[in-house]
């Protein structure tokens, strides 16, 4: 779980850290989520569409609960 909600900038070198997490992780069933997402990030979400990969959530406690089951 990523916590964005102090993050001001989002860059290319940030995503591909991001994506190469999601590539090392998924492989054992890990996952990526994007919790509390600031509005600077949420520009770049939304033009690379990185959404379609990971999923957000409005806080972390939201994210904690739904991969806690």
């Known amino acids: ?3 964005f909600s102090d ?3 989002l860059d290319s070198t940030g995503l ?3 994506f190469s997490l ?3 992780i998924s492989p054992d069933d890990g996952k990526v989520a994007f919790a509390d997402v600031s509005e600077p990030v949420q520009v770049v979400v939304q033009l690379t569409r990185t959404y379609k ?3 957000q ?3 972390v406690d939201a994210a904690r609960e739904a991969f806690s089951g």
Do not use: Q
């Open 1 to 3: 779980m990523l916590d």
């Open 7 to 9: 993050t001001e900038v």
């Open 16 to 18: 591909g850290s991001i």
């Open 22 to 24: 999601y590539r090392a």
């Open 53 to 55: 990969v990971f999923r």
């Open 57 to 59: 959530f409005p806080s």
